[in-house]
């Protein structure tokens, strides 16, 4: 399974530039940009360089996230027939949010409200994004009121769960809060509302707020702090820089001169798949050490499945050595020997950093 993110937010916050620093293509910030940016972020897990080192497959291949980058949003993007329907309609189709706020000065980026104000500029994105959903919310309760016409059975039911929603919209609050059972959740999933998807806060910061924040992010985490969503501090410019640097070395003292632990790649890959609850495995050997993405709580033959569908159809069993115990034995027939390669079955749920070797037959 993939992964895939939107990056949303008002004109001159620094999307493209955050865009840059994290996706393997790059592209040039063009006022007036007509059409979205895709990209991919390879996923950084030291693991997988760990379980090469004793293997010496042929290629070591990341997990990935792919990225869609739309244009600057502004006043009346959630409308239909607006200039940015369709760039909307490219993130409907995305996991996750990424919502990026300006909380930089700057003499030469000129803001489009005319000043530097993080809750107002998040407010009119959201705005934007609730007309957008209403609007489709609104045609799904036209298609249901024929329905309870003609005697549907659960038409009650969901044109009841509906109002809902449209309430809740109405008061330009995200789906993703609204006060309905998880159960019910499933009669808006066919419209991919994008104000229904998990959200991470990007604060775009100058360089020297890069590792503490500043005043404007504090006032953006204030903001969403009852929201269930995260906020990071990233400086997008800074991290650009650290991004063009070839060697990991220099890297790593750039990240160190400026109080980082961590290229900002890192931390939204990470908060990424902490808000989706997704982890990864592995699979091992002379042709390949490669990373796997899956949902926490599948089971083998689900894991399998995402390997290839032929996995999962003709699933046996899986061998399973734990990340941690590979380490320690350094080889599969150590592993063996000291009762650390499990026989696993239909019902295994695999764990995060699991060596998988599927059994299987079709």
């Not at 969901?158 to 449209?166: E, I, S």
């Not at 070395?249 to 750039?254: G, P």
Request: hydrophobic share 40%.
């Amino acid at each position: 399974m993939g992964l895939k993110c939107g990056i949303i937010g008002l004109s001159n916050t620094g999307k493209t530039t955050l865009f840059n620093c994290v996706a393997n293509t790059k592209v040039h910030n063009q006022p007036g940009m007509q059409k979205a940016n895709i990209g991919q972020i390879n996923v950084p897990d030291n693991r997988l360089l760990e379980i090469d080192k004793l293997i010496h497959s042929a290629r070591v291949v990341t997990a990935t996230v792919d990225l869609v980058d739309i244009p600057g949003l502004s006043k009346g993007s959630g409308q239909v027939n607006s200039g940015s329907s369709q760039f909307l309609a490219d993130i409907q189709q995305t996991d996750a949010l990424i919502h990026v706020i300006r909380c930089f000065e700057s003499d030469t980026v000129p803001h489009m409200e005319g000043s530097i104000y993080p809750v107002r500029d998040k407010e009119i994105v959201d705005l934007e994004l609730c007309i957008r959903d209403l609007g489709m919310l609104e045609r799904k309760i036209q298609r249901t009121e024929k329905l309870l016409k003609v005697g549907e059975k659960d038409a009650r039911k969901v044109m009841d769960v509906l109002q809902v929603y449209k309430a809740h919209l109405e008061d330009f609050k995200p789906a993703r809060t609204a006060p309905v059972h998880d159960e019910d959740r499933r009669h808006i999933a066919d419209m991919y509302l994008i104000t229904d998807k998990p959200v991470i806060y990007v604060c775009n910061v100058d360089d020297a707020s890069a590792s503490t924040g500043n005043t404007y992010s504090d006032q953006l985490k204030e903001a969403v702090k009852t929201e269930n969503s995260e906020v990071l501090i990233i400086a997008a410019e800074l991290e650009a820089e650290i991004a063009e640097l070839e060697d990991a070395e220099d890297r790593a003292i750039f990240l160190d001169d400026a109080g980082l632990s961590e290229p900002g790649v890192n931390k939204v890959v990470s908060t990424a798949y902490r808000l989706l609850n997704l982890q990864s495995f592995f699979t091992a050997g002379p042709k390949e050490v490669r990373a796997w993405t899956i949902h926490k709580g599948m089971t083998a033959p689900q894991a399998a499945g995402v390997i290839h569908s032929d996995l999962e159809r003709g699933f046996i069993r899986a061998e399973v050595m734990k990340y941690n115990d590979f380490m320690i034995y350094k080889t599969e027939h150590a592993c063996r020997d000291a009762g650390k390669l499990f026989i696993e079955g239909k019902n295994y749920v695999v764990g995060d950093g699991d060596i998988l070797h599927i059994r299987f037959n079709v």
